[in-house]
């Protein structure tokens, strides 16, 4: 008896699984069918969408690679994100550092504080950001992202960074002073060191963060060859009247399944950075 | 010995000598960078957005002259601004209701052991991981006019395209182009876009019930679903409460769905407060207004904001 229940209970629990997982990916399976389909399989009402009733092909693929302005995209997606992780970097660390070293009262106010910056929206601050692009002459260059992405990347990547700085305890740098280290070289050689793993969480999250922004780029890039492919992709090639539908497909799917994949793997640090467990 | 130096043993740390050594001044120095770029990107441009929302700016004419809250009271007596702030709540308190029950049910099931559970993980975790605006492209091509397969299948199943179907004589639902069904979409693109985060969020908070707490009321003979009821909901209801509130951050603030899938229509039935920011903005050019919509729901956000870090101080005691 109990045995059977145990096996019902087991084929439930496969059953809920697959419908979330079959529910989660399948607009991603859905993009890899149009990749591969060709455009008189694609638009016949008739045929079975989920199959490949004629054989599949690469046409899409190349014209999404030689005949639009995808690869471009990609490389200024690639270039924004690279100096946003530096400048986080460069701001972030330091100001972990020194609010997990030395804060007492008021830096853990500071703290909290930064964290909250994070949750001002995009929304409110667009509108003067781009008054400030304006002025700067940074209309319709990477570099108003480059300079505004950190907007969303210091404030969490500093919050954080302070949580991993905090589990390093203090007596090894000071043992590390007492050997002859400076300050700085002892946060430089013995506490940067061990907090790699927290290093390239904050990488990772700058990085997939910026793939991920669209309101900033929508609204400072409208010239073809400067945008990202967050926008690129939804703004170029949904254009006019025809859609493209197997370059676009093919544009989303090769856009977004490597940055899943990694960011898959950070995912409980993000949770843990955004529900405040990082500090304990 | 310089008089500095003193600075540092405070740290219980060796008496070095040199600026850099000494701790309260690169306590500041080292923090010094983010605070000047929050103030400056964060802080300033903040003000700035007040100051717009109370003046006539254009970007014809961005120079600010303060005209006071005329622009609040134009925005109010707008019929597309109350329709976008009744679908903003629509959209956030719906959608946020339905994460947080299947998240609660994708969570307790993502507990149990079983085989293949990275793979599933990843299938799941799919929607939030992936850049949103590209996710979306994917549903605007399941939910196209023509060639939409979940039409295929309402017209295989008979569901569909005949006199007396069910769901009408058209061969189409038309997802994007009825009022009713594009906000059920956007909805859906929204609930399927979060559910990922509120899962990791209540795997979070079920993991950390004690593990001899279950077993007592196992113990005690406690049913399943009575120990669901009675502990498990109870304790992870500071945990239920984070995950709905940044759900409802989320979609207030979030513009690429709508923007990607219906830019606010048909005929604004789908406009939420962000799109409608973004077209009397930056699109229509009118700075001033565009502010005073996007400052509107600020006190909201705030308040929700303020609520999450209290549930999340309880959580962490739980």
């Known amino acids: 008896m109990t045995g059977i229940r145990k096996l019902a209970g087991r084929g439930g629990l496969y059953a809920v699984i697959a419908t979330f997982a079959f529910l989660g990916a399948f607009p991603f399976y859905w993009m890899i069918i149009a990749t591969f389909k060709t455009d008189h399989d694609l638009f016949s009402p008739l045929n079975n969408p989920f199959l490949f009733n004629e054989p599949p092909t690469l046409d899409h693929l190349k014209l999404l690679f030689f005949d639009t302005h995808f690869v471009t995209y990609l490389v200024n997606t690639f270039w924004v994100g690279t100096a946003v992780v530096f400048i986080t970097l460069a701001v972030a660390v330091p100001a972990a550092y020194s609010l997990a070293r030395w804060a007492r009262g008021w830096g853990e106010a500071l703290g909290i504080g930064i964290f909250l910056t994070y949750l001002v929206p995009p929304t409110i601050l667009f509108i003067p950001l781009s008054r400030f692009a304006a002025a700067l002459g940074l209309q319709e260059s990477l570099w108003s992202l480059i300079l505004i992405y950190p907007t969303f990347t210091i404030p969490f990547c500093t919050w954080l960074l302070m949580g991993f700085f905090k589990t390093i305890p203090k007596d090894i740098e000071e043992q590390a002073m007492i050997d002859g280290l400076s300050r700085l070289g002892a946060m430089a050689r013995v506490v940067l060191p061990l907090s790699v793993s927290g290093l390239l969480t904050i990488v990772v999250f700058a990085f997939t963060l910026t793939m991920h922004e669209f309101l900033y780029a929508l609204t400072f890039i409208s010239v073809s060859l400067k945008k990202t492919v967050s926008i690129g992709v939804p703004t170029e090639l949904v254009r006019g009247d025809v859609f493209q539908w197997g370059p676009l497909m093919a544009g989303a799917l090769i856009a977004s399944i490597p940055v899943a994949v990694v960011y898959t793997f950070f995912l409980d640090r993000f949770i843990a950075g955004f529900t405040m467990g990082a500090v304990k | 010995m310089t008089p500095g130096t003193n600075a540092g043993a405070g740290e219980g740390a060796p008496v070095k000598t040199g600026i850099l050594d000494r701790a309260e001044f690169l306590a500041k120095v080292m923090i010094a960078p983010a605070i000047a770029y929050i103030v400056a990107m964060i802080g300033f441009p903040f003000v700035m957005a007040i100051c717009y929302s109370l003046s006539d700016a254009t970007t014809g004419d961005p120079t600010l002259r303060i005209v006071g809250f005329q622009n609040y ?37 993502l507990m149990k052991p079983f085989r293949g559970k990275w793979i599933a993980r990843f299938l799941v975790m799919l929607p939030w991981t992936a850049p949103i605006a590209l996710g979306t492209i994917g549903w605007l091509w399941m939910l196209d006019s023509i060639f939409s397969p979940i039409d295929w299948i309402f017209r295989t199943v008979g569901l569909l395209g005949t006199p007396d179907a069910l769901l009408g004589p058209e061969t189409n639902m038309y997802w994007l182009g009825r009022p009713g069904l594009a906000m059920a979409s956007v909805i859906g693109v929204h609930v399927w876009r979060l559910l990922p985060l509120a899962t990791v969020i209540q795997l979070a908070g079920l993991s950390s019930i004690p593990q001899d707490l279950i077993e007592a009321a196992e113990i005690d003979g406690a049913a399943g679903w009575r120990r669901t009821v009675e502990i498990t909901i109870p304790l992870t209801l500071p945990i239920i409460g984070i995950a709905f509130l940044f759900g409802l951050i989320f979609t207030f603030n979030d513009m690429a769905v709508v923007y990607v899938l219906t830019r606010g229509g048909p005929v604004h039935s789908t406009q939420v407060l962000s799109t409608w920011t973004f077209f009397k903005g930056i699109e229509g050019g009118d700075l001033a207004q565009g502010a005073a919509i996007s400052l509107f729901l600020f006190p909201v956000l705030a308040g929700v904001a303020t609520l999450m870090l209290r549930l999340a101080r309880r959580a962490e005691v739980v």
Do not use: E, W
Request: net charge positive; no cysteine; proline share 3%.
């Open chain 2, 73 to 109: 009271a134009a925005i109010l007596s707008d019929p597309v601004f109350r329709l976008a702030l009744k679908n903003t709540f629509i959209f956030a308190i719906v959608s946020q209701s339905l994460v947080i029950i299947l998240s609660r049910i994708l969570a307790a099931s």
